[in-house]
């Protein structure tokens, strides 16, 4: 009998260091990941919002509410102009989720505040009688053809320190008025509670701030959902029929104030004469220029990048499109993708071209994949490189021919600063 007491114990004592010496394994690999995953559980309370974020809508009078819930539960959103005092409130859609076995996402919930006045800010709350979020507020987007506009944007985010840090910056920075990501978002590649931790890392910036994405490389979850969850999770207007689901495209426009935003899909097909590029056409030619005198495009894989990494990857799709860009008298294009910061010359088909339009890559949102410092000889093309620490890129219009465009580094100091001035009449 002892020696059967013996044993068992021997054996519970055995698989306790098994485990531990696994756990330390763990921790010792992937320490980031590790510790994610311990705190990827959602919250106690299954029915209060998490992930909450805002959108615009078709139009300023528009604004997408989203959020997630462990279980369903009622889809409201109230608001108001005063807070504490909303009085206003409307229902969602179905709410929706997803299976990635082994992982089951939580009830995703997706409403649509109409009838708002541009300019001006709303408080609300989302949930329902089991469980609401805590008050949030927004402005609206200004009327389109308001000169003066304030947005924020970057690429290649992630959960790490540098991207929380990130989001801290941000949120120091009252002055914006709508987050454009410029595609890789939470780095889930497939690992789908980092959707969760991504969206509640972000929830304190894009709660108050409309966010803007487009896809990257890293929203590809590599399987056949492909880029589902993020579409499921972030929906783009237009885009979806705000019930989930995959959308027929990922490319769309929407007009801030004074701009028309493009925002373009470099993980799908983009050929000449592509579905992708018939739209582009059509949308560029339809830009009212007196209303919308900058046309600003961005998309994920950067044209003009003179780092070694990522050297030459989009070059079929600049080839595809550039021409179409330059005709149109686009003024600026923004990407990420490579984990570094660099800002042409008005440029054109590789060439200084005085009426092309600027690029910049600002793949610098935090990404656990580093920052890369392995640069090129200098093409004539490139102004300013920087890869000696994360930020973000705010661009500010003051009238239809002046700009301000300036990159904020991690330690809030400006990194790059400079006045876009537009070359040619608006039409
Ligand atoms: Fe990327």
């Known amino acids: 009998m002892m020696q059967a007491d013996h044993q068992l114990q021997s054996k519970v004592l055995f698989l306790a260091l098994l485990l531990l010496l696994m756990s330390f394994t763990c921790f010792l690999l992937f320490p980031d990941n590790y510790f ?43 608001y108001g102009k005063v807070s504490g005092e909303l009085s206003l409130s409307v229902e969602g859609h179905d709410p929706v989720f997803y299976t990635f076995d082994p992982y089951v996402s939580g009830v995703i919930h997706t409403a649509v505040i109409t009838g708002l006045q541009p300019s001006t800010t709303y408080y609300y709350k ?84 409309p966010y803007m994405p487009l896809a990257g490389n890293h929203e590809n979850a590599n399987i056949e959902r492909s880029f589902s969850p993020f579409a499921l999770r972030y929906n783009m207007p237009l885009l979806t029929s705000y019930t989930g689901g995959d959308p027929e495209r990922y490319y769309y426009s929407f007009d801030f104030g004074s701009v028309h935003f493009v925002n373009l899909d470099s993980e799908h097909d983009y050929a000449v004469g592509s579905a992708q590029y018939r739209w582009l056409e059509t949308n560029l030619k339809a830009v009212d220029r007196k209303l919308t005198p900058w046309l600003v495009v961005g998309w994920h894989r950067p044209w003009y990048n003179s780092n070694w990494v990522h050297q030459g990857e989009a070059e079929k799709m600049r080839v595809a499109l550039e021409e179409l860009l330059y005709a149109h008298k686009v003024d600026l294009c923004v990407t990420g993708h490579v984990h570094a910061y660099e800002r042409s010359h008005p440029v054109y088909k590789q060439e200084i071209t005085p009426d092309g339009p600027v690029h910049i890559t600002i793949g610098t949102g935090g990404t656990p994949e580093g920052l890369v410092n392995s640069w090129m000889r200098r093409p004539n093309w490139s102004v300013v490189r920087d890869a000696s620490d994360w930020g973000f890129g705010r661009l500010q219009t003051f009238n239809a021919t002046h700009a301000q465009w300036d990159f904020f580094h991690n330690d809030e100091t400006i990194a790059d600063s400079f006045m876009l001035v537009r070359q040619r009449p608006a039409h």
């Not at 078709?58 to 989203?66: A, G, K, L, N, T």
């Open 36 to 78: 994610r995953l311990q705190k990827q559980r959602l919250p106690h309370n299954a029915y209060v919002p998490q992930q909450v974020h805002i959108s615009l809508g078709r139009d300023v009078s528009e604004m997408i509410v989203m959020w997630v819930t462990q279980h369903k539960t009622d889809t409201v959103v109230q």
């Open 126 to 209: 989302c949930g329902g009688l089991s469980g609401w979020s805590e008050e949030f507020s927004f402005t609206t987007a200004p009327k389109v053809g308001t000169f003066e506009v304030v947005i924020g944007t970057v690429g290649d985010m992630g959960t790490h320190s540098s991207s929380r840090r990130l989001a801290e910056v941000i949120k120091l920075h009252p002055e914006l008025q709508m987050f454009w990501h410029v595609g890789d978002l939470s780095y889930a590649d497939g690992k789908q509670p980092i959707w969760d931790v991504f969206g509640n890392m972000m929830q304190s910036v894009i709660a108050s701030l």
